[in-house]
């Protein structure tokens, strides 16, 4: 009788822990809004290294790529603005996120930058006929340098330290670099071309919200997530 007892215990703790679950989820809103930049973003510089190295020079029969510190819209849209929630108390869900996907394709990183997960696996390809080698220069994380052949298997990295911008690099073309932030909870985004972000499934609460760009530094607002979700806004300019 007691061995029963405990069994509906558990199945009874399980079931209410479900319900929980799904009511936070239900009442989770969405953090939404739009990034944008005032005035004449500095100029891009072409990357002139690529023309003495035959391999990459010939993808480029014309005109060579450029840096892309600012991708600013014709309306003004700026994207790879890191948005995120800070002080959340909520538990990285990194190891059962999907992989984020870096490729090396052109003799660039692609794309530029990411956001991941503590835990979270972040796969890179070689997409180039021609060998790389990724090299990460992290702050709080362990330094990791992989050749990878054209053609050769991906490459998988994980981070278990949050980290901003945590660069990857590769130093047979030193003009390629990647930027990936880290974080300890699913409470982030990345701006896009049109300028848009949404941190989904925000549980209902007062939350501190940032926005990093890695050339025009962070701007912090208070908002309140409800049930219907909430929108906040953020402006850079070149100081």
Known sequence: MLAFDLKLMKKSLLVLTSVCCALQ????????????????PPPERELAPIRDNPDCSA????????????????????ADVVVYLKGVPSAST???????V????????MPQLLAVQTGQKVV?????????????????NPEANQ???????????TFDKPEPFLKFQCDVHPWMF??????DHPYFAVSGADGKFTIKNVPPGKYTVEAAHRKLGVQTAEVEVKAEGAAQNFSFGVK
């Open 25 to 40: 989820l239900v009442s989770a809103g969405d953090l939404t809004g739009t990034i944008t930049f005032k005035g004449t």
């Open 59 to 78: 993808m480029y029969p014309g005109a060579l790529p450029k840096t892309k510190f600012y991708v600013v819209g014709s309306g003004g849209e700026l």
């Open 94 to 100: 990194g190891a059962s996120a999907p992989p984020a």
């Open 102 to 109: 870096l490729d090396q394709k052109g003799c660039l990183y």
């Open 124 to 140: 890179v390809k070689n997409s180039d006929p021609c060998v790389h080698n990724v090299h990460t220069r992290p702050a709080a």
């Open 147 to 157: 050749v990878q052949m054209p053609g050769g298997a991906d490459l998988t990295f």
């Open 178 to 183: 990647a930027w990936i932030s880290v974080f």
